[in-house]
C-alpha cells in the first residue's frame, strides 16, 4: 500500500489542521493506520493509530483531548484533526500503516512497515 500525506503548513498556537492519509494500491481494510511525528533533533513519536475495519482509536498522552483520528470509508483515507495547537506540535507528521500490530506495539515505529512521505506542522506562538 502506498501512502500520501498532506494537510500540512503554519498555524498559530490555538489554531486547528487537519491531516490526511490517503491510501492507494489497495485499501485500508485489515490495517491500523498510525500517525507519528518527528521535530529537529528528536525521535520519531507515536501520536495516534486507528484500527481500520473496528474504528477502535489510540492517542498519545500528550495529543488526548486536543487530536482526532477518523477514517473516511469511500476516499479510503485517514484524517488527523489537530485542535489547540500548541507551539511543541511542531514537527514533520508521518503517517504509516500495517496488518496485525498488538496493542503493546501500535506505538513503535518499527511495528509499520508502510510510510508516507510526511507533511510539515508549524505551530506559531
Known amino acids: 500500500v502506498q501512502l500520501q500525506a498532506s494537510g500540512g503548513g503554519l498555524v498559530q498556537a490555538g489554531g486547528s489542521l487537519r491531516l490526511s492519509c490517503a491510501a492507494s494500491?489497495?485499501?485500508?481494510?485489515?490495517?491500523?493506520v498510525g500517525w507519528f511525528r518527528q521535530a529537529p533533533g528528536k525521535e520519531r513519536e507515536f501520536v495516534a493509530a486507528?484500527?481500520?475495519?473496528?474504528?477502535?482509536?489510540y492517542y498519545a498522552d500528550s495529543v488526548k483531548g486536543r487530536f482526532t483520528i477518523s477514517r473516511d470509508n469511500a476516499k479510503n483515507t485517514v484524517y488527523l484533526q489537530m485542535n489547540s495547537l500548541k507551539p511543541g506540535d511542531t514537527a514533520v507528521y508521518y503517517c504509516s500503516a500495517n496488518l496485525r500490530i498488538i496493542v503493546s506495539s501500535i506505538g513503535t515505529p518499527s511495528s509499520y512497515d508502510y510510510w508516507g512521505q510526511g507533511t510539515l506542522v508549524t505551530v506559531s506562538s
Open positions: 486507528l484500527r481500520w475495519t473496528a474504528g477502535t482509536t
Open positions: 494500491g489497495r485499501t485500508f481494510s485489515g490495517y491500523t
